[in-house]
């Protein structure tokens, strides 16, 4: 049953657009009618067919971009107080 011009929701397989089921099969968990920016950032808060894809990747950018700040802050500074290189310093100085 096709609900045209309607509030969002989350619905089955048939209340979805044809691009959005083409070759799956999965069955329910489809956002429908989100039109707006505002509308899919509402969906985040809801259960629906990828909800565990997008959490998982906001946490992992979010760990990505925290990984980035630490070395970027913390490790690189590091490198130019001393005489041996990041890699020496990390790796021991396995030559020496």
């Not at 009618?33 to 998982?56: C, G, K, P």
């Amino acid at each position: 049953m096709k609900k045209k011009n309607s509030d969002p929701f989350i619905g089955a397989k048939e209340d979805a657009e044809l691009y959005m089921t083409r070759g799956s099969d999965i069955e329910t968990g489809y956002r429908v009618n989100f039109r707006s920016y505002r509308q899919a950032l509402s969906s985040l808060f809801m259960l629906h067919n990828e909800t565990v894809n997008i959490w998982t990747h906001f946490i992992g950018s979010l760990c990505f971009t925290y990984l980035i700040y630490y070395v970027v802050v913390w490790l690189a500074p590091a490198t130019f107080d001393s005489d041996r290189s990041l890699v020496q310093r990390w790796t021991g100085n396995l030559d020496a």
